[in-house]
C-alpha cells in the first residue's frame, strides 16, 4: 500500500512540474511572439527563395557586343594556352628600379593578415584585383586608378584574360548557394560588353576560361543542392562548355560525375587549363587527373592521372615536367634527366630550347636544353634556391628569383647564352615580421614559404610582366618596377 502511495505521489509531482515548464514555456512564446513569427516567416521564405525559384539550367549570355568580332585571348596566364611561359615583349636590359606604388592597405598598422592582389598588365594598363573584390584600372605609366568597378553583393575575381581591348573576369555571389557569371568590360572606360551568367551552383575554378576563334571554353564543377546549414551531402559533377560567342549558342556541353572523396565545396577543383593542338586540357587536381577533351566535339579523349603543382607547359600533345618530357598521346616518356636537385621552376619554351632553374642547398644552375634531344646547350649558375613559382622569358630574357643566405635577388639572363645581364635588390628581412620579405627600398611585402631546410621565396601571386616592366603584388598593394 505504501509503495503504491509514493509512485502516486511521484507521479503528482512529475504533473506539476510537467505542469510547470509548460506554462513557463507558454509565457515565453507570449512575450516574444513577435520574434518568433518573424524568425518563422524568415525561414519559411528562405526555404521558398532555395527550393521554388527557377534556376538556369545552362550558362545563358545576357550582354554580347563582340558578335561581329574575331576573337583570341592575347594576354593570359603564362603568356599563352600553352602555357610555355614565354612572352612576346622586351626585356629590360637594363638594373629596373622602383617606379610608383599603388597603395591598397596600411599592412604594418592596421593589421596581421596576409592578402594578396591578383594582377595583369596590357598595353597601357594594369589591372588589379585587391582583397575586397574591387577590379582597379591602373594607368601603367605613372599608377594613378582610372576606373574601378564594385559591384553591390558581388566580388571580382581571377581567373581572367584580355582580348581586343576587352578584359574577361569572374564576378561571384554567394547566398545560400553560389552564383558565378563571366564578364567582359572595356578596358578604356569600364563599361560592361559581355556577360555569361553561370547555372546556380556551377563554379569556374582557377582553371579559368579560354577564348580562341571567337568560342568561349571553360570548365566548371557542378556542386549539389544545399541549404547552407550543417554538413549537406555534396554530390560533384564535372561539366564542360563551349559557347559560340557569334550567336550566343552552346556548342557543346558534357557532363560527367566526379568520383570525389570527402570533396570541399569551397577548394578548387580545376586549376589549370590549356589548348594546344585542337585539344583542350584541365587538370582536376582533387582527383589528380589531366583531362584531355576534343575542341570540336568536346568528346573526352582520356584520362592521365598524375601530380601537377603548376601550370607546365603542353605543346604539341607534349607536356613538360620539371625534368623529363611526356607523350599526351601515347603515355610514354620521351626523354627525362636524372638531376640531383630539391627545388625545380616550372619550364618555359622559346621557339626549339626549354629552359628551367633548378637549385639544392649548395647550388642553383639554370639551364638550356634543346627540345627534342634534350642536349644542353648552355647551363648557368646562381643562388643556392630557386624559387619555383617565378620563372619568365621575354624575347631575349629570363627573369627568375634565387635565394642565398644574405637574401634574394631578382635576378634577368639572356636567353642567348645565360649571361646574367643584372641583378636587382636583395630581399631584406623586416626585424618584426620574419616571414615576409621586403624588396625595393620602400619595401615591397611578399610572402615566401619554408621547404625542407631553407625558406624558399614563393610568391602567392606570380609578378606579371608587361610595358617592358615588372609587376610585384605585395600585401599592402602592387609594386611597378621597370
Same mark, same amino acid.
Given at each position: #500500500?505504501?509503495?503504491?502511495?509514493? *509512485?502516486?505521489?511521484?507521479?503528482?509531482?512529475?504533473?506539476?512540474?510537467?505542469?510547470?515548464? =509548460?506554462?513557463?514555456?507558454?509565457?515565453?512564446?507570449?512575450?516574444?511572439?513577435?520574434?518568433?513569427?518573424?524568425?518563422?516567416?524568415?525561414?519559411?521564405?528562405?526555404?521558398? /527563395?532555395?527550393?521554388?525559384?527557377?534556376?538556369?539550367?545552362?550558362?545563358?549570355?545576357?550582354?554580347?557586343?563582340?558578335?561581329?568580332?574575331?576573337?583570341?585571348?592575347?594576354?593570359?596566364?603564362?603568356?599563352?594556352?600553352?602555357?610555355?611561359? $614565354?612572352?612576346?615583349?622586351?626585356?629590360?636590359?637594363?638594373?629596373?628600379?622602383?617606379?610608383?606604388?599603388?597603395?591598397?592597405?596600411?599592412?604594418?598598422?592596421?593589421?596581421?593578415?596576409?592578402?594578396?592582389?591578383?594582377?595583369?598588365? /596590357?598595353?597601357?594598363?594594369?589591372?588589379?584585383?585587391?582583397?575586397?573584390?574591387?577590379?582597379?584600372?591602373?594607368?601603367?605609366?605613372?599608377?594613378?586608378?582610372?576606373?574601378?568597378?564594385?559591384?553591390?553583393?558581388?566580388?571580382?575575381?581571377?581567373?581572367? =584574360?584580355? !582580348?581586343?581591348?576587352?578584359?574577361?573576369?569572374?564576378?561571384?555571389?554567394?547566398?545560400?548557394?553560389?552564383?558565378?557569371?563571366?564578364?567582359?568590360?572595356?578596358?578604356?572606360?569600364?563599361?560592361?560588353?559581355?556577360?555569361?551568367?553561370?547555372?546556380?551552383?556551377?563554379?569556374?575554378? +582557377?582553371?579559368?576560361?579560354?577564348?580562341?576563334?571567337?568560342?568561349?571554353?571553360?570548365?566548371? #564543377?557542378?556542386?549539389?543542392?544545399?541549404?547552407? &546549414?550543417?554538413?549537406?551531402?555534396?554530390?560533384?559533377?564535372?561539366?564542360?562548355?563551349?559557347?559560340?560567342?557569334?550567336?550566343?549558342?552552346?556548342?557543346?556541353?558534357? +557532363?560527367?560525375?566526379?568520383?570525389?572523396?570527402?570533396?570541399? %565545396?569551397?577548394?578548387?577543383?580545376?586549376?589549370?587549363?590549356? $589548348?594546344?593542338?585542337?585539344?583542350?586540357? $584541365?587538370?582536376?587536381?582533387?582527383?589528380? !587527373?589531366? *583531362?584531355?577533351?576534343?575542341?570540336?566535339?568536346?568528346?573526352?579523349?582520356?584520362?592521365?592521372?598524375?601530380?601537377?603543382?603548376?601550370?607546365?607547359?603542353?605543346?604539341?600533345?607534349?607536356?613538360?615536367?620539371?625534368?623529363?618530357?611526356?607523350?599526351?598521346?601515347?603515355?610514354?616518356?620521351?626523354?627525362? #634527366?636524372?638531376?640531383?636537385?630539391? $627545388?625545380?621552376?616550372? %619550364?618555359?619554351?622559346?621557339?626549339?630550347?626549354?629552359?628551367?632553374?633548378?637549385?639544392?642547398? +649548395?647550388?642553383?644552375?639554370?639551364?638550356?636544353?634543346? &627540345?627534342?634531344?634534350?642536349?644542353?646547350?648552355?647551363?648557368?649558375?646562381?643562388?643556392?634556391?630557386?624559387?619555383?613559382?617565378?620563372?619568365? *622569358?621575354?624575347?631575349?630574357? *629570363? /627573369?627568375?628569383?634565387?635565394?642565398?643566405?644574405?637574401?634574394?635577388?631578382? &635576378?634577368?639572363?639572356? !636567353?642567348?647564352?645565360?649571361?646574367?645581364?643584372? +641583378?636587382?635588390? %636583395?630581399?631584406?628581412?623586416?626585424?618584426?615580421?620574419?616571414?615576409?620579405?621586403?624588396?625595393?627600398?620602400?619595401?615591397?611585402?611578399?610572402?615566401?614559404?619554408?621547404?625542407?631546410?631553407?625558406?624558399?621565396?614563393?610568391?602567392?601571386?606570380?609578378?606579371?610582366?608587361?610595358?617592358?616592366?615588372?609587376?610585384?603584388?605585395?600585401?599592402?598593394?602592387? /609594386?611597378?618596377?621597370?
Amino acid at each position: #500500500m505504501e509503495l503504491y502511495t509514493l *509512485i502516486g505521489t511521484l507521479l503528482i509531482y512529475k504533473g506539476l512540474f510537467l505542469s510547470m515548464d =509548460l506554462t513557463m514555456f507558454t509565457q515565453v512564446i507570449r512575450r516574444n511572439k513577435g520574434l518568433i513569427l518573424f524568425l518563422l516567416i524568415l525561414f519559411i521564405l528562405l526555404v521558398l /527563395y532555395s527550393v521554388l525559384r527557377v534556376p538556369l539550367r545552362v550558362p545563358v549570355v545576357r550582354v554580347n557586343e563582340l558578335k561581329n568580332k574575331i576573337i583570341n585571348g592575347e594576354s593570359v596566364d603564362r603568356g599563352n594556352y600553352e602555357r610555355n611561359g $614565354y612572352y612576346n615583349l622586351n626585356p629590360i636590359s637594363l638594373e629596373p628600379k622602383l617606379e610608383w606604388s599603388f597603395k591598397i592597405s596600411n599592412f604594418l598598422t592596421s593589421n596581421f593578415q596576409f592578402p594578396s592582389y591578383s594582377h595583369i598588365a /596590357y598595353k597601357n594598363y594594369v589591372f588589379l584585383i585587391d582583397s575586397h573584390g574591387i577590379l582597379h584600372a591602373l594607368n601603367a605609366d605613372s599608377g594613378k586608378e582610372i576606373w574601378k568597378i564594385e559591384e553591390e553583393g558581388f566580388v571580382c575575381s581571377e581567373p581572367w =584574360l584580355i !582580348t581586343d581591348d576587352v578584359l574577361f573576369y569572374i564576378v561571384k555571389e554567394s547566398f545560400l548557394s553560389p552564383n558565378e557569371a563571366i564578364l567582359g568590360v572595356d578596358i578604356n572606360d569600364g563599361r560592361e560588353v559581355f556577360r555569361c551568367d553561370l547555372p546556380n551552383n556551377e563554379v569556374i575554378d +582557377k582553371s579559368g576560361f579560354i577564348i580562341k576563334d571567337n568560342i568561349l571554353y571553360f570548365a566548371v #564543377m557542378k556542386l549539389g543542392r544545399h541549404f547552407g &546549414i550543417g554538413t549537406w551531402p555534396y554530390i560533384p559533377e564535372e561539366r564542360f562548355y563551349a559557347i559560340d560567342l557569334s550567336n550566343n549558342k552552346i556548342i557543346w556541353r558534357v +557532363k560527367e560525375k566526379c568520383n570525389i572523396e570527402n570533396y570541399n %565545396p569551397n577548394s578548387s577543383v580545376f586549376i589549370f587549363s590549356w $589548348y594546344s593542338g585542337n585539344t583542350l586540357f $584541365y587538370y582536376n587536381h582533387i582527383s589528380k !587527373t589531366l *583531362i584531355s577533351i576534343d575542341v570540336n566535339t568536346g568528346k573526352i579523349k582520356r584520362r592521365t592521372e598524375l601530380t601537377l603543382v603548376d601550370a607546365v607547359p603542353i605543346v604539341d600533345g607534349k607536356l613538360f615536367l620539371k625534368d623529363s618530357v611526356y607523350d599526351l598521346e601515347t603515355g610514354e616518356t620521351i626523354w627525362s #634527366m636524372n638531376l640531383n636537385y630539391k $627545388y625545380f621552376t616550372t %619550364p618555359a619554351i622559346k621557339g626549339g630550347t626549354v629552359y628551367f632553374a633548378a637549385s639544392n642547398d +649548395k647550388e642553383g644552375n639554370v639551364f638550356a636544353l634543346d &627540345i627534342d634531344s634534350h642536349e644542353e646547350k648552355w647551363k648557368a649558375k646562381v643562388g643556392k634556391i630557386v624559387s619555383p613559382n617565378f620563372f619568365l *622569358i621575354t624575347n631575349s630574357a *629570363i /627573369y627568375l628569383y634565387e635565394y642565398e643566405t644574405e637574401g634574394t635577388q631578382l &635576378i634577368c639572363l639572356d !636567353t642567348a647564352n645565360g649571361k646574367i645581364l643584372w +641583378k636587382y635588390d %636583395p630581399l631584406r628581412a623586416i626585424p618584426d615580421f620574419d616571414k615576409i620579405r621586403t624588396m625595393v627600398g620602400e619595401p615591397i611585402y611578399s610572402g615566401w614559404k619554408e621547404s625542407f631546410t631553407n625558406p624558399v621565396p614563393e610568391f602567392d601571386e606570380i609578378p606579371s610582366i608587361g610595358n617592358e616592366a615588372i609587376y610585384i603584388s605585395g600585401v599592402d598593394g602592387l /609594386y611597378k618596377i621597370h
